[in-house]
C-alpha cells in the first residue's frame, strides 16, 4: 500500500477505517485497489469478528457475577441462620445449667442447716462403745451414706459406728473410722465415756473437725491432751489441799497450846 499514490492509498485507507469502526464495506475498486482489497478483507472480517465476540462476553460475566453473589448470599444467610439458631441453644443449656446448680447448691444449703440445727442437741450416750444393738437414727434427720468398706467389724464397731451415724454424722461421713484394733487399743488406756465425750467435742468444733480425716489420729490426739489437762487440774488441786492441811494442823496446834516443831 505503501507504493500506491496517495489517492488510491486514501481510498483504501477510508475502507479499512469503515468496515472496522462501522462494517461498511465499499462500494466498488478496480485495477490495483481492488487486488489490495481481497488481500486485505478476510484478515478485517476474522480481526472484526473477534471484536464482536469480546464484545459480547461481558454480559456472560455479569450473569455468572450475579449469579455467584445470589450464591454467596444465600450461603451467607444460611450461615447467619445457623449461627444464631446454636447462639439460642446455647443460651438455653446455660440457664438450664444455671438452674441445676442453684438447685444443687439450695438442696446443700439446706442440708448443712439441718445438721448444724441439731448439734446442740446432740449428747453422748453413757456407754457407745459397748455391745449393743445398732442405734436407730432420729426422725427427720437427714440420711447419712454409709462408708463403703470390705473390712470385717466386731459388734463393738458395729454399735460405735451406729451411734457416730446419729450422735457424730460429720465424724462418720467425713472420716475414716476405727478398725477393730484401733478400737482396742484405745480402749486399753481410756474408758468408753472418755472415747464417747472425746467424739462429742470434736464433732461440736466446726472450726477444726474440718482440718481432721482420721478418726484414731484424731481421737488419740485429743484424748492425750484432755488426760494432760486432767493431770494438770488434780495436781493443782492437791497443792491446795497440802495447803489446807498444813494451815489445819498449825491451828489445831496453837489452840492446845503445844509447841510447834
Known amino acids: 500500500m505503501s507504493s500506491l499514490p496517495d489517492e488510491q492509498y486514501g481510498r483504501i485507507m477510508r475502507a479499512i477505517n469503515e468496515y472496522a469502526l462501522y462494517g461498511k464495506t465499499p462500494g ?3 485495477g490495483v485497489e481492488l487486488i489490495v482489497w481481497k488481500i486485505i478483507f478476510p484478515q478485517l472480517k476474522l480481526s472484526r469478528s473477534k471484536v ?3 464484545a459480547g462476553r461481558p454480559k456472560k460475566i455479569k450473569s455468572k457475577s450475579n449469579q455467584n453473589q445470589t450464591e454467596i448470599k444465600s450461603k451467607s444467610n444460611r450461615n447467619q441462620t445457623e449461627i444464631k439458631s446454636k447462639s439460642n441453644q446455647g443460651a438455653e443449656t446455660a440457664d438450664n445449667q444455671q438452674i441445676v446448680n442453684e438447685n444443687e447448691k439450695q438442696l446443700k444449703n439446706n442440708q448443712r442447716n439441718n445438721i448444724e440445727n441439731n448439734d446442740a442437741e446432740r449428747k453422748p450416750p453413757f456407754s457407745p462403745l459397748e455391745e449393743t444393738p445398732p442405734v ?3 426422725e427427720g434427720y437427714p440420711p447419712i451414706i454409709p462408708q ?7 459388734c ?3 454399735a460405735f459406728e451406729s451411734w457416730l451415724k446419729v450422735e457424730c454424722p460429720y465424724i462418720y461421713g467425713h472420716y475414716t473410722l476405727l478398725s477393730d484394733a484401733e478400737l482396742a487399743k484405745l480402749k486399753e488406756k481410756y474408758s468408753s465415756d472418755d472415747i464417747a465425750n472425746t467424739c462429742a467435742q470434736i464433732e461440736n468444733r466446726k472450726d477444726l473437725r474440718k482440718n481432721y480425716t482420721n478418726l484414731y489420729r484424731t481421737l488419740l490426739n485429743w484424748l492425750k491432751r484432755n488426760a494432760n489437762d486432767s493431770v494438770r487440774t488434780n495436781s493443782n488441786a492437791s497443792a491446795e489441799q497440802r495447803a489446807q492441811d498444813a494451815a489445819d494442823i498449825m491451828a489445831r496446834l496453837a489452840a492446845t497450846n503445844q509447841p510447834v516443831v
Do not use: L, V
Open 52 to 54: 464482536n465476540g469480546k
Open 148 to 154: 463403703e468398706s470390705t473390712r470385717t467389724t466386731s
Open 136 to 138: 436407730p437414727p432420729k
Open 28 to 30: 466498488s475498486f478496480d
Open 156 to 158: 463393738a464397731i458395729a
